[in-house]
């Protein structure tokens, strides 16, 4: 059974950092393309950025480049999205999936594999 879990999330002033992070069971993550998503109240799962080994980091989104980065730790079957400089519109619920063979997309329909989202809000 694969399970991806999420945590991390938060409240947080505008400026300051968060690290999300998406635990998996029952799947290799070095294998697979991790994508992020984000779901804000009233709008549609957008695609903010996706890793693979094989390809890096492709942004989905513009406003999180140079704010927003992933790393992987292999030996905690984890992945990791480092976020720095957050403003009030990264408020959201942050998801993180996976689709075998490395294959990142920029849409949910992409993924095989979600976890059940963490909540970030930043505020002053």
């Given at each position: 059974?694969?399970?991806?879990?999420?945590?991390?999330?938060g409240s947080v002033q505008p400026g300051g950092s968060l690290r999300l992070s998406c635990a998996a069971s029952g799947i290799t993550l070095?294998?697979?393309?991790?994508?992020?998503?984000?779901?804000?109240?009233?709008?549609?799962?957008?695609?903010?950025?996706?890793?693979?080994?094989?390809?890096?980091?492709?942004?989905?989104?513009?406003?999180?480049?140079?704010?927003?980065?992933?790393?992987?730790?292999?030996?905690?079957?984890?992945?990791?999205?480092?976020?720095?400089?957050?403003?009030?519109?990264?408020?959201?619920?942050?998801?993180?999936?996976?689709?075998?063979?490395?294959?990142?997309?920029?849409?949910?329909?992409?993924?095989?594999?979600?976890?059940?989202?963490?909540?970030?809000?930043?505020?002053?």
């Amino acid at each position: 059974q694969v399970e991806l879990v999420e945590s991390g999330g938060g409240s947080v002033q505008p400026g300051g950092s968060l690290r999300l992070s998406c635990a998996a069971s029952g799947i290799t993550l070095d294998l697979y393309a991790i994508g992020w998503f984000r779901q804000a109240p009233g709008k549609e799962r957008e695609g903010v950025l996706c890793y693979s080994r094989r390809d890096g980091i492709i942004y989905y989104s513009d406003s999180v480049k140079g704010r927003f980065t992933v790393s992987l730790d292999n030996a905690k079957n984890s992945a990791y999205l480092q976020m720095n400089s957050l403003k009030p519109e990264d408020t959201a619920r942050y998801y993180c999936a996976a689709d075998w063979a490395f294959r990142c997309s920029d849409s949910p329909k992409g993924y095989d594999y979600w976890g059940q989202g963490t909540q970030v809000t930043v505020a002053s």
